[in-house]
């Protein structure tokens, strides 16, 4: 009867033992799901106790509800950090960047793999003159970028741009407490960081980051005049960048 309603409905062929199988499967875990909605009326029985009900079944619908579970729990979380990135935007715009820092640190707990959080945090912190922990943000932005694409935003690029400036300015701290070599160090990766930035930047003609490509190459030149070299690129992103 069953096969004779597939085909009756349209399917045109007969569908196989293993399509019918499952049909069946689905028409049964139906009727246990209505049998349990009825069920909260005086005196009906549950569908388990009134008809021979495959305990398969039982476990199906179990691993189905399991499933559902869980997705409602990272939607759940994924709405909470939605919520969060809002209101590190709200911290920015009123100027408190201690409280927007804090908002995508919390952000950053509940999805540490998103890779804009970890650039806009980045960002905060360089505002707050923290530079250092700004350069590590930056990082684990590259390297998230690098490892999941899928979840690139449009703006991706930007974690590049922003580390160089960010290894610009610990290079003039060097400098200025008079660590030649550490400052040097820090204009050639702010130098490799700045070329994979323009790049990119090439290769994706239309982003939003070309606006930046011009100063990036400005402060490339005068990196590239004061070191005395032409930049390469380079890799730009120790495993340890990954750390929170």
Known sequence: YLEAAVVEAGAGE??????????SDRLAILHL???RLLQSREGLL?????SEFDPRLEQLLQDEARLAEVHARGQA????????ELEARTHIAAEDFAKAARALRRAIRIDPRRAVLRNDLGVVLSLLGKT????????????LNEQEPQRRTEE????YYNLGVALRK???VSFRAGNVESGRQHLLNAGESLHAFRELQRATPGDSGQSRV?????ALAEIERRLGIVIPAAGLVPDESLAT
């Open 14 to 23: 007969a569908p196989t033992a293993e399509a019918l199988a499952e049909i």
């Open 33 to 35: 799901r209505l049998a």
């Open 46 to 50: 549950d569908f388990v106790e009134i």
């Open 77 to 84: 979380l994924v709405e909470t950090c939605q919520a969060l």
């Open 132 to 143: 250092q922990e700004a350069v590590a943000e930056y990082r684990a932005a590259i390297a």
């Open 156 to 159: 991706w690029t930007t974690s």
């Open 170 to 172: 610990l290079a003039q």
């Open 214 to 218: 011009g100063e990036a190459e400005q």
